[in-house]
DNA sequence: ATGAAAGCGCTAACAT
DNA sequence: ATGTTAGCGCTTTCAT
């Protein structure tokens, strides 16, 4: 729900340039259609359609108006253009997460690259949103409220954040990341998302274990408040379903987090010789504490990541063993889901998706 | 220069909607302010003095005003607003980077959060656009130009890249980070940038490890077309003019080349006993190389980083001795600017500004 | 304190 | 092929 007084967006920063300038270059006031019009010696609405590219225009007068604009320096005041069209050309990519993992988890910088790309072969401008604290979801929702965007891709992964249903409720295209759990979704709602198989990447991790013999199995998963978390869990309980609680460590998401249960697991179970580790981050944190424990990997303990990001599984020692997704193709599904459902209905309503994981193996286990 | 079929902004995607809604929930446009007024019973102008705090409203008339917008669950559009109030509350954040670069250096982490925090207590909106290719130029500039945003923060480091002059063409109130050295840049040019003392930085790193008794001093620097990397090299030969050639490698700022450096300085100097290098992330992949060359930090080698991020700083093994830069504070102070620029002519011009580095020490020099 | 009315700069019928 | 005209939703004089 939008609090009611955060309309009044702050100061108002603007002072009205007083129209007799003061010094300074006089504020030259952006030309518009009609100054490029007059110069041009035609109508607005043939520079309009030159703009536009309406083929309409005789050759001699699209070139007037083309020296015009160039002449004026026009730029077209979207303002002006989308309280018409009622489209802007830009996708929100909205960001709930705390930005010391935005910019350092890989993931966020991987899906984004397949996100931009896409955006960009549309036509379509990547406009970030990152929210800080709590506090800025009113303000990213009356953003995207406000019109400044055809739609939105959100990256919220806890389940209980506000902004989810804030964001169903605005008659805005959006596609999540992940499948929806938050608290008011209701199965029949129509969410698009795009998915991992999180959970059938967590039972082919514990498979692998498993076939390689061992037999003291641990795990350090992503926090329990997060769908891809819970379903990574889920799938490597359905293949080990006596799995003791006590070999099951929560963590953050962070390298030092998941350190610390590295370290934990070690000394409840000093025995165990195999982790599945619920990201590629979390799972080069863990090499470094179990070498530094005097573990050798894959030998006296088997790690098995999640991500499949070569730039981190490439890079650990030894290279790790992962549970691949394909990242950056998500980002682009992401937009594909997103521009059919702009194009609005009429057309078939799209799908979410759900892509599949695999495991890639290198040398941790 | 703006390419001119540009602002054909590719595939038009929303079709209108059909009028006479085939199946669905019949597309509630969004109540406008009219819609506001009749529900509470006043004109327009009455609603939207209470939406923009006005305070010459009667307090019923406010009240049935507000019953109305939370009814109608009335957001204002804010195309129509700016086309007339020619304000946004919006900033863009402009980052001319390679994306790895973006969300992998803790530089821009941080400075981002200074960025957010400090444009939050302004009212305005963060809206960050990352350029991946040099097409994407004109798009980012149609962008500032179309009015989407009241002003912009640039960063973009490499000095032959087209978009500060681009942008500084604009008549858009902007700040760049770091001191100017794109080509057309004049020193009379009125360019707002916040920059760090990296001159002297590089000479207190020079100094200290003098200061220490070391003889066969190293650096990697960062990119030699980046202003600051070639300052913080100046500056360390301001204190070591006698320094040879062979004692400098340039980098990339990434750990992948520093690394490289690192290696092809101990091979050309297996007697180097200390080293400076231009970022704590670069220093990090260089105390890795160091380690695992046999070489003990900082007994044989000594080294010093630049950035001061504490993430970064303190989690080497060991602990790294850098340059200090409060990189929030400089975020801070890129707003700061930037809200004075858009405040606009009338008030004092705000002036560029250089924040002095200090030596932090810890174990590794 | 409130309403009427004039635009902001643009696109899209509708004429011609 | 081109011009005329009517808005898009809002803020802001100017009256009252």
Known sequence: MLSRSAWRSGARLRKRRPETSTVGPPARSRPTLEAVATVAGVSRATVSRVI?????????????????????????????????????DAVAVVVAEPQERVFIDPFF????????????????????????????????????????????????????????????????????????????????????????????????????????????????TGPMDQAASVDRLLGFRDELPHL???????????????????????????????????????AAAALDVLREQGRR????????GFDGIAAVAERTSPPLTTIHQDIEKM???????????????????PESITIPTRLVRRLSA
């Open 244 to 282: 003791a609680d006590s070999l099951i460590v929560e963590a953050d998401f962070s390298r030092h987090g998941a350190a610390r249960a590295m370290h934990l697991l070690l000394e409840r179970h000093p025995d165990l010789d195999a982790v599945f580790v619920a990201s590629d981050l979390m």
């Open 297 to 304: 990997v894959p030998d006296d303990v088997a790690v098995v």
């Open 52 to 88: 536009n590219g309406d083929h309409r225009v005789r050759a001699d007068a699209a070139a007037s108006v083309r020296a015009a604009i160039d002449q004026l320096g026009y730029v077209p005041n979207q303002a002006a253009r989308s309280l018409v069209t009622r489209r802007t």
């Open 109 to 220: 910088g991987t899906i984004f690259r397949g996100v931009g790309k896409a955006l960009a072969e549309h036509g379509l401008q990547f406009v970030l949103l990152l929210l800080e604290g709590t506090t800025d979801r009113d303000s990213v929702v009356r953003y995207l409220a406000g019109g400044h965007v055809d739609g939105a891709l959100i990256f919220s992964l806890k389940s209980d954040d506000a902004l989810p249903a804030a964001v169903t409720g605005l008659d805005l295209p959006a596609v999540f990341s992940g499948r929806p759990d938050w608290p008011r979704h209701q199965a029949g709602d129509d969410v698009l998302f795009v998915n991992a198989d999180n959970r059938g990447g967590g039972a082919t991790a514990a498979r692998h274990l498993q076939s390689l013999g061992r037999s003291k199995i641990a795990t350090i």
């Open 331 to 349: 980002g682009r599904l992401m937009v594909d889901l997103l521009t059919q459902a702009i194009t609005g209905p009429g057309e078939p309503r």
